[in-house]
T-cell receptor
Framework: NAGVTQTPKFRILKIGQSMTLQCTQD?????MYWYRQDPGMGLKLIYY???????DKGEVPNGYNVSRSTTEDFPLRLELAAPSQTSVYFC????????????FGPGTRLTVT | GQQLNQSPQSMFIQEGEDVSMNCTSS?????WLWYKQEPGEGPVLLIA?????ELTSNGRLTAQFGITRKDSFLNISASIPSDVGIYFC???????????FGAGTRLTVKP
């Protein structure tokens, strides 16, 4: 099993550009999450999903959108990239809402200049 | 929002030494977790604590859930070079709440 995979690994965007960060899991987990990690900071939750067709905002959702059309995929969309969105983005999935059940992907490092 | 304060920010130790790091919060959590993150990878769960006062070990790692539910510590005994990484604490109040993460402790182990 591949677990949680994320693409791309790295990306540089110009201000105002848009892009989609891809996340796929092959563990048949219902719960999926997007976090961002800024330098010297802990992870902050952007959006999460409890199942296909259901998404909800986390702590820092502004500037992002998500969709969950299948159990496996949970893409994160940036419509108008801003320098404040420079960060490392982690996707995670879990079989439960219980803390500690989340498996994290390897991350996407995004720079907006 | 709930803030987690993790200390120290960084540690430089000699191989074989023991390590201790801790995490405190201004509000209570009912679950405490410790993760390790290596360069270019996502966090990996080391230990999960679900009960106040609980002391749990995972090999050379030991973590405790503080009695007040506002703190937790992680000890690593007899450190080795592969212990290098960033260690994060995280807390969750209940199943209706997100996890909150500390800023991490960066550990460097000198052979």
């Amino acid at each position: 099993n591949a677990g949680v995979t994320q693409t791309p690994k790295f990306r540089i965007l110009k201000i105002g550009q848009s892009m989609t960060l891809q996340c796929t899991q092959d563990m048949n987990h219902n719960y999926m999450y997007w976090y961002r990690q800024d330098p010297g900071m802990g992870l902050k939750l952007i959006y999460y999903s409890v199942g296909a067709g259901i998404t909800d905002k986390g702590e820092v959702p502004n500037g992002y959108n998500v969709s969950r059309s299948t159990t496996e995929d949970f893409p994160l969309r940036l419509e108008l990239a801003a320098p404040s969105q420079t960060s490392v983005y982690f996707c995670a999935s879990s079989y439960s809402v219980l803390a500690g059940a989340q498996y994290f992907g390897p991350g996407t490092r995004l720079t907006v200049t | 929002g709930q803030q987690l304060n993790q200390s120290p920010q960084s540690m430089f130790i000699q191989e074989g030494e023991d390590v201790s790091m801790n995490c405190t919060s201004s509000s209570i959590f009912n679950t405490w977790l410790w993760y390790k993150q290596e360069p270019g990878e996502g966090p990996v769960l080391l230990i999960a604590l679900y009960k106040a006062g609980e002391l749990t070990s995972n090999g050379r790692l030991t973590a405790q859930f503080g009695i007040t539910r506002k703190d937790s510590f992680l000890n690593i005994s007899a450190s080795i070079p592969s212990d290098v990484g960033i260690y994060f604490c995280a807390g969750q109040l209940d199943l209706n709440n997100d996890m909150r993460f500390g800023a991490g402790t960066r550990l460097t182990v000198k052979p």
